[in-house]
């Protein structure tokens, strides 16, 4: 059964939704502000689509947003009394899926919601992934997670750790890895290579293990 966790400090509201999305035949969970939506995340986050309220006590629904991307890429249906140009963009730019002006029609709603977890499942169904034990590393959309959590990198390090596991398991020597990575033309100290491993190695956590030294080679992604 699909889920959806719906976020809004007016009880009501999230009655009306709660008796819609279930008639749909989605499991529905509320939260009550910003706060407590992103801790019903980190307790449980295979929600397949957040519905959420912009103004809310504790926490807005923007920075709420913000935080969860971080720690999972949940599609967020934002609902807001406002619906000029500026606010939405700025829901767009904090990772905002969808968004409904209020008051907003409930069936129109669902078929939001429809919408915006099947074109998910599509895209999750059609991309290009790597997955090792907790490790995952989604080349479509450029991000890597370690046990659900989104790990930040700096873009070459994401172009580094890329180029590496598409060729996994073959000795690449240094200076392949430079000229892939940083480009034909790059003149720079040869030791950048060396500290962006050593940031990847650390972003990997317990996965460090998969990025292996060759002495007086270069580098090997192991799995």
């Known amino acids: 059964m699909k889920k959806i966790l719906v976020v809004d400090d007016e009880e009501k509201i999230r009655s009306i939704i709660r008796k819609y999305g279930e008639f749909e035949g989605y499991e529905v969970s509320e939260a009550c502000d910003g706060m407590d939506a992103i801790l019903k995340v980190k307790e449980n986050g295979d929600y397949d689509v957040i519905i959420m309220d912009v103004m809310m006590p504790e926490l807005d629904g923007f920075s709420a947003c913000s935080e969860i991307k971080k720690i999972k890429d949940i599609p967020v249906i934002m609902l807001s009394a406002r619906g000029e140009e500026y606010d939405r963009i700025h829901g767009f730019e904090a990772g905002v899926d969808d968004y409904v002006v209020k008051p907003f029609s409930p069936k129109e709603l669902m078929m939001r919601v429809n919408v915006v977890t099947s074109r998910s499942r599509a895209e999750e169904g059609n991309a290009d992934i790597f997955r090792y034990e907790g490790l995952e590393i989604n080349f479509t959309a450029r991000t890597v997670s370690i046990d659900g959590k989104r790990v930040d990198m700096s873009p070459k390090e994401y172009e580094l750790l890329f180029y590496l596991v598409r060729n996994k398991n073959i000795a690449l020597e240094r200076e392949k890895l430079i000229t892939e ?23 990997l956590g317990e996965y460090r293990k998969l990025l292996v030294t060759l002495r007086g080679v270069g580098y090997r992604f192991e799995a």
Do not use: A, C
């Not at 990575?181 to 972003?203: A, C, E, P």
């Open 181 to 203: 990575v940083w480009g034909y033309d790059y003149y720079g100290d040869d030791r950048t290579l060396d500290t962006h491993i050593k940031l990847l190695r650390n972003s």
